[in-house]
């Protein structure tokens, strides 16, 4: 492994920017980030959260390949200084990496040696209260890197020195707003989105001028007076309703629509705001220039689970039941797999949703419109307890998917045999930056159950590797880890390779993608929560990855401790780093 250069500091506005790489003055050429890169990504580099805009995790780099993985090994690592959960993937551009980490630092690295060019360290506020204390991703557009803060803010940094150019305000964060995902770049603009559900607040998206930072447009996901959706709220419960934007958006550029996932209402508890709660738990279209909805499909209607669906569905192009679809596909947290139509104009329709893990609150689908029906038994509220499944966490929580259009199959990380049970409590009236659950924390932290059919005496399969056939809605392949959360975001390639991290065993996998076997695996220094990525440098290929245990999938393993027999459930160090893999000898 390779031990990592001295820095010289230097003082930026909005944050500490540290420097290795003096004698280059910052005039080292830059290959900027275009449209026309973004739209026809070059298998070499990874440019984008999920390597292109239809959200895909997938590389054609074959060079590794199911047949030599098993001859990987690390080349170098690289400690990032920071605990806490590490869940954004390297970006690459002509060899050079862009790495943000968990209070809100970006790193600029030689993605062959690993040394660092410069890294920023942004002030965080004092009295920040971070309920998910980490960061998704950058984005790189034009000569910039650009990253959404934990304090509500969007930054702009100069890509070859780290310098900050702008840094602008997307939410009050002692109101409770805050940012945590990946940024969209496209058609000169950043998106950003705000979470805070939690803290009462009212989410929305914003495009901001990549040059400027200038807002251009801003569209609420609550929809106030006046505004289409509206009168699924009641009385002024839109105000607080929730509708956080988790996770980045998958991007059409052929129609301009940008396709984004929202989160629950709040508060948790449905009745306290009846209705259907437009547009929480749902996809929406947004028009990229005017940021006007134009289509949205709701996956459930009045939350009681906390199944925000905060995953962009992915765009792919399917054959179902003898049609051509130009689908969205999204693995629910409610435990669906829901196949949807995308439109130029914008309208969504729906296709069919096939249930891959057990949901038990669900009592029919209506095949036409996809609207769920419920049971009542299986849906708190207000001073009354329900044992649902699955679990709050869902099927799939916020770890992305992933498609190989080689394969024609879908990948998901799935949780199984998990249910919650909990109920609300009347709510007193909300205090600006503290937490409007309407749930009692204790209770949150001690809701987690496993299924009645569960033997605790025998190794009990909790995460799954699941491949789907998108064609039939048949299951290909699943792959089970036992006694073990599995929080491992989806990497595919053109070598018949997912990678994937995940387990509390703190190891990195390679499976073959058409049938599931695992091929490779190796221990990183901590658990993997981070998304990976692969790329190329002088005919080389390299996969790369950040390990870093933390937020949910601590917490879940903390309570799958206190489940399981002593000793199934291993601790797990923390501490961040970046790792970085090729085939030996190369």
Not at 3 to 16: C, D, F
Not at 152 to 178: C, I, P, Q, R, S
Not at 206 to 222: N, S
Not at 307 to 317: F, G, I, K, N, Y
């Amino acid at each position: 492994m390779r031990v990592l250069s001295t820095a010289i500091m230097a003082l930026a506005a909005g944050g500490l920017v540290t420097s290795a790489v003096a004698d280059s003055g910052g005039k080292a050429p830059y290959n900027p980030v275009t449209d026309a890169r973004l739209k026809n990504p070059e298998a070499k580099n990874w440019l984008t959260w999920r390597g292109n805009y239809e959200g895909w995790g997938h590389s054609k780099l074959k060079k590794i390949n199911s047949d030599n993985v098993k001859d990987l090994v690390p080349v170098w690592s690289y400690s990032t200084g920071v605990s806490e959960g590490h869940q954004a993937p390297p970006m690459v551009n002509d060899g050079i990496m862009y790495v943000s980490t968990p209070q809100n630092q970006v790193l600029a690295l030689d993605a062959v040696s690993g040394t660092e060019i410069w890294r920023y360290v942004r002030k965080l506020p004092g009295d920040l209260k971070q309920l998910h204390p980490t960061n998704r991703g950058v984005a790189l557009y034009g000569d910039k890197v650009y990253m959404a803060t934990v304090d509500a803010g969007v930054v702009a940094l100069d890509a070859k020195t780290g310098k900050v150019v702008w840094d602008v305000k997307a939410g009050d964060y002692k109101d409770g707003y805050y940012s945590t995902l990946s940024l969209l770049a496209a058609n000169g603009k950043i998106i950003t989105g705000v979470s805070g559900g939690e803290y009462g607040i009212r989410g929305y998206v914003t495009a901001l001028d990549a040059e400027t930072g200038a807002e251009v447009w801003k569209t609420f996901t609550i929809p106030g007076p006046g505004e289409e959706g509206h009168d699924t709220w009641k009385g002024d419960s839109w105000k607080v309703g929730g509708g956080s934007i988790w996770m980045q958006g998958n991007y059409d550029a052929s129609s301009g629509l940008i396709y984004i996932g929202t989160g629950n209402g709040g508060p948790w508890m449905p009745d306290t705001r009846p209705g259907d709660n437009l547009y929480t738990t749902s996809v929406v279209a947004l028009d990229i220039t005017t940021g006007k909805i134009k289509g949205h499909h709701q996956y459930h209607w009045n939350d009681a689970w906390d199944w925000d669906e905060v995953s962009a569905p992915l765009l792919m192009d399917i054959n179902r039941d003898g049609k051509k679809v130009k689908a969205l596909v999204h693995a629910g947290r409610n435990g669906y797999i829901w196949t949807l139509e995308r439109t130029a104009e914008g309208p969504i329709k729906f296709v069919k949703a096939d249930p891959y893990v057990r949901n038990d609150a669900f009592t029919k689908i209506d095949q036409k419109t996809g609207r769920p029906s419920y049971d009542p038994a299986k849906t708190p509220g207000v001073n009354k307890k329900a044992t649902f499944c699955p679990s709050l966490w869902g099927g799939k929580d916020w770890p992305p998917e992933a498609y190989n259009p080689d394969t024609g199959l879908f990948y998901i990380p799935a949780h199984i045999n998990l249910c919650s049970e909990y109920g609300g409590v009347p709510l007193e009236e909300r205090d600006p930056g503290e937490l409007y659950i309407g749930v009692p924390i204790d209770v949150i932290l001690s809701s987690l159950r496993f299924h009645p059919s569960v033997d605790t005496k025998k190794p009990v399969p909790i995460g799954q590797l699941q491949a789907w056939d998108m064609n039939t809605g048949k299951m290909a392949w699943s792959h089970s880890f036992n006694d073990t959360p599995f929080w491992g975001p989806l990497l595919s390639t053109g070598g018949n390779l997912i990678f994937t991290g995940g387990t509390s065993d703190r190891m990195f996998r390679a499976f073959n993608a058409k049938t599931g076997d695992k091929l490779w695996e190796y221990p990183t220094n901590s658990g993997i929560t981070g998304a990976p990525s692969t790329f190329e440098v002088g005919g080389v290929q390299y996969v790369a990855v950040q390990s870093g245990w933390g937020v949910d999938a601590e917490r879940m393993q903390g309570l799958l401790k206190d489940m399981l027999p002593k000793g199934r459930v291993p601790k797990v160090p923390q501490g961040g780093a970046i790792w970085v893999f090729a085939l030996k000898g190369k």
